[in-house]
């Protein structure tokens, strides 16, 4: 079993910046590709990005490049998200997730983290 924590969300003003962390623990928690989706109200939940403890390679949505940036921190056993010139529509509940497979389901999630852009 993996447990995942989210923290860093918050209310900023767009064009700012945000770096959210997931904290990952468990059994073999390394093992698993590790990433992020968000779900705006009223939306279906969407993938970000996700990244691999061992190695570092990354992998993201196409829509989601360029603003997002994912990276992990091995010794802290943490993967961050960091998202560049905030927009309104980034507004979202934004969740971590492990043992993500390439159809973008995932085997273990976080309880989220609330990120709300203002204009």
């Known amino acids: 079993q993996v447990q995942l924590v989210e923290s860093g969300g918050g209310l900023v003003q767009a064009g700012g910046s945000l770096r959210l962390s997931c904290s990952a623990s468990?059994?073999?928690?390394?093992?698993?590709?590790t990433g992020w989706f968000r779900q705006a109200p009223a939306k279906e939940r969407e993938f970000i990005a996700a990244?691999?403890?061992?190695?570092?390679?990354?992998y993201y949505d196409e829509s989601m490049k360029g603003r997002f940036t994912i990276s992990r921190d091995n010794a802290k056993s943490t993967v961050y998200l960091q998202i560049d010139s905030l927009k309104p529509e980034d507004t979202a509940v934004y969740y971590c997730?492990?043992?993500?497979?390439?159809?973008?389901?995932?085997?273990?999630w976080g309880q989220g983290t609330q990120v709300t852009v203002s204009s």
């Open positions: 990244i691999r403890w061992s190695g570092g390679d990354t």
């Open positions: 997730a492990a043992g993500i497979a390439a159809d973008r389901s995932a085997d273990f």
């Open positions: 468990g059994r073999d928690y390394n093992h698993y590709v």
